[in-house]
């Protein structure tokens, strides 16, 4: 299967939950101000994550396209609801 169909079902699951969705669209505020590493530094001494969320989410942290894109997929789908 396509990934761009993967895609838009991560951002429809993202969507559909709020503290998801503020999550992403703050990593992709942060990536876009260029202070995305911090926001990871933090995410590290989170003690309410467990290890493998940390890991998910500096990866995801690290793919801007990808942020770009749930931002624009997020804010777009907003708009028409």
Partial sequence: MDGRWEDLESFVAIS???DARRIFLRMAA???AGRLPGFIDEIARDADLDDETKGQLAE???DADFLLAVEDFLVRTTRFH
């Fill in 60 to 62: 995801l942290a690290q």
């Fill in 16 to 18: 559909q939950d709020d």
């Fill in 30 to 32: 942060l990536s876009q």
